[in-house]
């Protein structure tokens, strides 16, 4: 069965009330039946979930949460719980973004607690996963990106990892302008359905969607969504544009159809 491309938009710490509200209509009023062919999320700031929800109204373009707790609920302070999510109309989740692994400290053993407390929730979840500038030139990114993999799944089902999509996110991409090439990309995809081949079997590696994040924009996205493992993308900074993200969705929708 052919894989549904994916593409989400996560937002980061960007956007207010009013900037988001516009950056979802225009997202709901460009998008047309584009979300017949891709499947599309968009990741806003906590506190503007039940706002962005409201905006989606009917639209097929689904909501996700940025982060959650491995905790289910409690006297932690500032965290928010897969429920909580669910309750502000999310289906979605990214669980391990390298900004959480490396500016929050967020270990292997956090991100494989927080993206089984996220399935176990009934959430879908994007695990994102990719190596360091350092760990690139010492020619050890597959290996990197296996064992973040390996560490992540030790608990997870096959049934549940079917709500799981992978995202392959090498840090030096991220924010940075430097897009990977569509070799690398396709490297790396590669390495990551290897990786499931050896932790489930290679039909779910096959059905498992892997979608490529770090300077995706309107530009290079079809090069890359043309690689016949790229299954999408994770979007940050040209998720805020909605022509940008729209063209993106566009390029992944026709792209990975036309493969
Ligand atoms: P970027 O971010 O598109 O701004 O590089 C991607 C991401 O962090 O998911």
Request: net charge negative; proline share 4%.
């Amino acid at each position: 069965m052919a894989r549904r491309p994916f593409v989400g938009g996560n937002w980061k710490m960007n956007t207010d009330r009013t900037s988001g509200a516009a950056l979802v209509a225009a997202l709901v009023a460009g998008c047309g039946d584009l979300a017949e062919g891709v499947e599309i999320v968009v990741f806003p700031p906590f506190p503007y979930l039940d706002l962005v929800r409201r905006s989606l109204g009917e639209s097929e373009i689904s909501l996700g949460g940025q982060d959650l707790s491995n905790d289910a609920n409690g006297a932690l302070t500032g965290e928010v719980s897969a429920e909580m999510l669910l309750d502000s109309g999310a289906q979605w989740v990214l669980v391990g973004h390298s900004e959480r692994r490396q500016r929050m400290g967020e270990c292997d053993a956090l991100v494989a607690d927080k993206l089984l407390m996220a399935l176990e929730s009934g959430l879908s979840s994007v695990l994102c996963v990719g190596e360091t500038l350092e760990q690139r030139e010492a020619g050890s990114s597959s290996r990197v990106i296996s064992a973040q993999i390996v560490s992540a799944l030790d608990h997870v089902h096959p049934a549940q990892f079917q709500r799981v999509v992978v995202a392959y996110e090498p840090i030096w991409a991220i924010g940075t302008g430097v897009v990977a090439s569509p070799q690398d990309a396709a490297d790396a995809h590669a390495a990551i359905r290897d990786a499931l081949t050896s932790r489930y079997d290679s039909a779910l590696a096959r059905e498992t969607r892997v979608v490529y994040g770090g300077s995706l924009a309107p530009g290079n996205a079809k090069a890359l969504f043309a690689q016949p493992g790229v299954d999408g993308g994770l979007v940050g900074g040209a998720s805020l544009k909605a022509p940008d993200f729209l063209s993106i969705c566009s390029a992944a929708a026709f792209g990975v159809a036309a493969r």
